[in-house]
């Protein structure tokens, strides 16, 4: 039996007594009974449902009607506002909390994954396993076709600490171009696919990119940051609009198991994006879409950081509406500008991993300088259009915060809600003065931490490694940050347990001080995020006139032994007053 027969076990037992309650109260003064037109479609009750608004209310019952939150607080309040039809769901005693909203996803690609060669599963692998998995589906694959793979979380899921280099990769598919991308920034290749896209010894590394050499300067096949892969991955298949819609399908699927009831997309340079919006338009249409779906047009340094300001201009206007023009479900949310590489490029004030890149290494810049950053911003600006802006390390912090302050003599960014996604490491005095000053947004994923938390240590070094996400301190500094998953397990209760305890996947706690408190997670996937696309008034929170999103949980995250939230179920997840999710029983 489905949780849905067993939550709903009692809805006529339920209607029953909400009828007799109406009568009754009829009887007594016949104006305080309610018309079935106006009875609420569906009533939650019966157990701890956390509001998360302002004063972080605690109440045992709310009301739905046409999608929105009617009622919000007492049993005794609520459940007689109950029509024939309305549906009652009894907690029994679980926890409520708003629907998830995750800040820093790549759906599309989460919903690729989920039918591909995918490394990110969350389990333990080794180089003989994945190697096995390369070898299987290459049998299944005519000669000369790609193979294209997601990789793993991070190294630190691979027992050898290690992805496959060029020459393994080749005795498992010596006859297909192979592919495999890793958080975004790392790609490893095997040397068909470096011949087809011309890399060589003698190929010299890109800028805002590396090839990694042996100590021959041969290519190992590990190609690092989008200016290094962007030759192979132009070769691989693009999806087809079969493929995109299904891709939806999937995301739609996984994330409302999850929990998560509207997500900002990082995804996609402007065709994509045009390509993306018209899909989920037409899930929508069908109502097939169940995720409050925000989406990013991504500028790309590949195409953009040296081009003209006339150039850039026209590009910010093509995106055709400002930031929030879209629907309940579709909107528009802004530009997604990388600065910096990942782990191995992150770009940094001081040199590291010098034994692996060589004297001063700081880290690799895609492209973008402060004045190319500036034209993006001033065009932004001036077209209403949000910026986005990714920066891992500490010098790319400091490059973008020192851009938006300087374009902010010219023209105002308070108010805008600029967003910093990752925010660099361990934020200065003056990171932390312009970031609250210009009203920037901080977009942070510490569930990165639990995936990578030991790599961000190896390479930068265990002071470095340890700041990375430093919630706290941008919290206690007054600025908004909100919470999500990115390339790591979207799991919203693992983030939660993550940004409590910054545990990574080794049980080692990177920086303690920089710990929040669960009241503080639980904003940074709710109420948060809403601010984060100017929708505080629509979403986030569980009061009455806001849309109707929220979890039905097995345990509750405020009270439960620490180490037990992120094994919490997610039980029934309701959007717009419908569900869209609900677990098997056991």
């Not at 999806?239 to 509207?262: F, K, Q, W």
């Not at 890149?357 to 001036?382: C, N, P, Q, T």
């Not at 006139?545 to 992120?566: F, N, Q, W």
Request: proline letters at 5%.
């Amino acid at each position: 039996m489905g949780l849905r027969n067993h939550l709903f076990s009692s809805v006529q037992h339920w209607s029953r007594l909400v009828v007799f309650a109406s009568l009754a109260v009829v009887s007594c003064s016949e104006n305080s009974s309610v018309p079935d037109m106006l009875a609420p479609d569906l009533v939650v009750h019966g157990g701890k449902i956390i509001t998360v608004d302002n004063d972080f209310r605690v109440v045992s019952a709310v009301a739905i009607k046409d999608g929105r939150f009617v009622a919000v607080g007492d049993e005794g309040q609520i459940l007689p506002l109950g029509g024939v039809a309305t549906q009652v769901i009894d907690l029994e005693g679980r926890t409520v909390i708003p629907g998830v909203i995750d800040s820093h996803i790549h759906a599309f690609g989460y919903g690729l994954d989920r039918s591909s060669l995918n490394f990110a599963t969350g389990e333990m692998l080794t180089l003989e396993g994945i190697l096995e998995h390369v070898r299987g589906r290459a049998a299944q694959t005519p000669p000369g076709e790609w193979i294209v793979a997601r990789g793993p979380f991070s190294l630190e899921f691979v027992r050898e600490g290690r992805l496959p280099d060029r020459y393994e990769l080749d005795e498992v598919a010596p006859d297909n171009p192979f592919y495999m991308n890793t958080q975004g920034h790392d790609g490893n290749v095997n040397s068909l696919a470096l011949e087809m896209a011309g890399i060589t010894r003698d190929t010299p590394d890109p800028v805002g990119g590396t090839i990694v050499r042996d100590e021959d300067g041969v290519p190992t096949g590990e190609l690092l940051e989008e200016f290094a892969w962007g030759p192979v991955e132009r070769l691989t298949p693009v999806p087809t609009r079969e493929d995109m819609v299904e891709a939806a399908r999937l995301a739609v699927e996984g994330l409302n198991a999850a929990g998560i009831t509207s997500l900002v997309d990082m995804d996609g340079p402007l065709s994509e994006s045009r390509d993306k919006i018209e899909i989920l338009n037409q899930l929508e249409a069908n109502g097939d879409l169940t995720i409050r779906w925000h989406v990013l047009t991504r500028f790309r340094g590949t195409e953009y950081a040296n081009a003209s300001a006339e150039v850039i201009d026209e590009a910010v206007r093509d995106i055709g509406a400002p930031s929030g023009f879209g629907s309940e479900w579709v909107r528009i949310a802004g530009i997604k500008l990388s600065l910096d590489g990942g782990v191995q490029g992150a770009y940094m004030r001081e040199p590291y991993a010098e034994e692996q890149f060589g004297a001063g290494y700081r880290g690799i810049l895609r492209g973008w300088d402060k004045e190319s950053l500036k034209l993006v911003m001033r065009s932004a600006h001036k077209y209403g259009v949000r910026m986005f802006v990714h920066c891992v390390g500490d010098a790319a912090l400091d490059l973008a915060l020192d851009a938006m302050d300087e374009v902010d003599d010219e023209l105002p960014l308070l108010g805008l809600r600029w967003t910093l996604e990752h925010a660099g490491l361990k934020p200065t005095e003056r990171n932390l003065e312009q970031a609250k000053r210009l009203g920037v947004v901080i977009s942070t994923q510490q569930p990165m931490g639990w995936t990578i938390g030991k790599s961000f240590k190896r390479v930068w070094g265990d002071e470095l490694g340890s700041n990375w996400m430093p919630n706290k301190t941008w919290v206690d500094a007054g600025v908004v940050v909100k919470g999500g998953s990115d390339v790591a397990p979207i799991d919203p209760m693992l983030g939660l347990w993550t940004y409590v305890t910054r545990e990574d996947i080794t049980g080692a706690v990177s920086d303690p001080i920089e710990r929040v408190s669960r009241e503080e997670a639980l904003r940074m996937y709710t109420i948060n995020g809403a601010y984060g696309t100017f929708q505080e008034n629509m979403l986030g929170s569980i009061e009455v006139g806001k849309l109707a999103d929220l979890v039905i949980l097995g345990g509750d995250p405020l009270t439960v032994p620490v180490d037990e939230i992120r094994d919490i179920p997610i039980l029934v997840t309701i959007a717009g007053g419908q569900i869209v999710y609900e677990a098997d029983s056991p």
